[in-house]
């Protein structure tokens, strides 16, 4: 019935009118309405239904209507506000609307010029439907396509250690081990009880829940990928590496322990062990079990007197010394010489001078760059300002490398530093 009146409805503005009275709704609700939609009495007619305006006919003739006549004013007064209410908000969701559109034809714009930009062919990644990044990427025809060659066909994966030979395992996993001697002596010692007794299970047999395991190889880089390559096999439900008699494979016994062997001549290796050694006599040092107590005690009390006293009120240089974990700071004035560092020092240790001085160990200062060691016999009587300790220097001990020991190095003290501080010493 609706539509029919919707197509018969006439241009002018009363006839509009007369159709929605015609309707049962009140004129001047239905002047309000057209107002509000325009001039659409389709939308009119919504406005009216979802307020509940229809009127009955016979009740605006009805004699009870002139008692209730403040009752329908303020009807119509709410039905008028709510009119004005609904029209703003259709208009600002419009606004809204209309934004929104923009902005999203912007984003894709963007999305669109990035994916061509960053070599994705012009296909565009679509979200899932709970806003996390997609795991595929929709193409113009609608296909899937995930692999890393059509994103980047220019960039090819490295092969996985798995998927390499055995050799080449070997090979990358005891390179990788270098920086942990003790996790190569472990392995080296293991391997070549294997190579000598192949028919002892106990040797081809890796408890990873044992101290010695988890001090030596636990989550050591190519501890763990270097015996799955010598065919040892992970005990399901157990935490045991087994090697069954059948997977001995003699060769790679023979590329594994060469491996190791070669290993061991490494810089890094050599490094590492001493840092181990240094670590152990620093700790009997402290402990006074390198000579007799009463011993250590004479001689360290006979370093400490030939100390200056320390300046008083923050005054000086402020030294700062590592020996081992542990750290130690005095104060200095800047015309103490490095001799006074030197009985401060065996004042902790009466060992570590005489090592400086053989350069079993070296003395370095950490605010130079490059950190090379201080020639402690050569500036013996410098000043600190002249080493360039002044106003501060960070000392630490350290095991000396086989160049310092033999004297190949030349560089003894690193680039100027310091107030007054001398020059490179060659």
């Excluded at 001047?28 to 007619?45: F, I």
């Amino acid at each position: 019935m609706f539509k029919k009146l919707f197509k018969s409805e006439a241009s002018s503005r009363n006839n509009k009118v007369d159709i929605l009275t015609s309707m049962g709704f009140n004129r001047n609700l239905a002047e309000s309405a057209l107002v509000a939609s325009n001039g659409n009495v389709e939308e009119a007619t919504n406005i009216l239904l979802s307020q509940g305006s229809l009127i009955d006919a016979s009740a605006t003739s009805s004699p009870l209507s002139s008692t209730n006549n403040g009752q329908m004013e303020s009807e119509e007064e709410e039905l008028q506000r709510a009119i004005r209410e609904s029209q703003i908000s259709a208009s600002d969701h419009k606004a809204r609307s209309a934004a929104a559109a923009k902005a999203g034809e912007a984003a894709m714009k963007r999305a669109t010029n990035a994916t061509r930009t960053f070599g994705t062919g012009g296909k565009v990644l679509i979200p899932n439907s709970k806003g996390k990044a997609p795991s595929s990427i929709l193409s113009d025809g609608g296909k899937k396509s995930s692999s890393l060659s059509t994103l980047h066909p220019n960039v090819k994966m490295p092969t996985k250690m798995k998927d390499k030979s055995k050799e080449e395992q070997i090979l990358r996993c005891t390179s990788r081990l270098a920086p942990y001697p003790l996790g190569v002596d472990t392995l080296l010692k293991a391997f070549i009880m294997i190579r000598d007794h192949p028919n002892d299970d106990k040797y081809r047999k890796i408890n990873k829940d044992t101290a010695g395991y988890q001090n030596a190889l636990h989550e050591k880089p190519g501890a763990l990928d270097l015996l799955k390559a010598m065919h040892f096999e992970e005990r399901y439900g157990t935490s045991h590496l087994i090697l069954n008699k059948s997977m001995i494979d003699r060769a790679l016994l023979y590329l594994a322990i060469s491996a190791l062997e070669q290993v061991r001549l490494t810089d890094e290796y050599l490094s590492a062990k001493a840092k181990i050694e240094f670590d152990k006599e620093i700790k009997r040092i402290k402990d006074g079990s390198s000579v007799s107590e009463e011993e250590e005690i004479v001689k360290r009390a006979s370093y400490i007197s030939k100390c200056p006293s320390e300046p008083f009120d923050g005054a000086g240089a402020l030294m700062q010394l590592s020996i081992g974990d542990e750290k130690i700071m005095r104060r200095f004035d800047g015309d103490d010489i490095v001799q006074d560092v030197l009985n401060w020092i065996g004042g902790h240790g009466s060992v570590i001078p005489e090592k400086i001085l053989s350069r079993e160990w070296c003395l370095v200062d950490l605010n130079r760059y490059p950190i090379v060691p201080i020639d402690v016999e050569k500036n013996l009587s410098k000043t600190l300002q002249y080493v360039g300790c002044w106003p501060s220097g960070r000392l630490e001990i350290r095991p000396s490398t086989n160049d310092w020991k033999s004297g190949n190095i030349t560089k003894a003290i690193g680039d100027s530093r310091g107030l007054g501080a001398s020059p490179m010493m060659e």
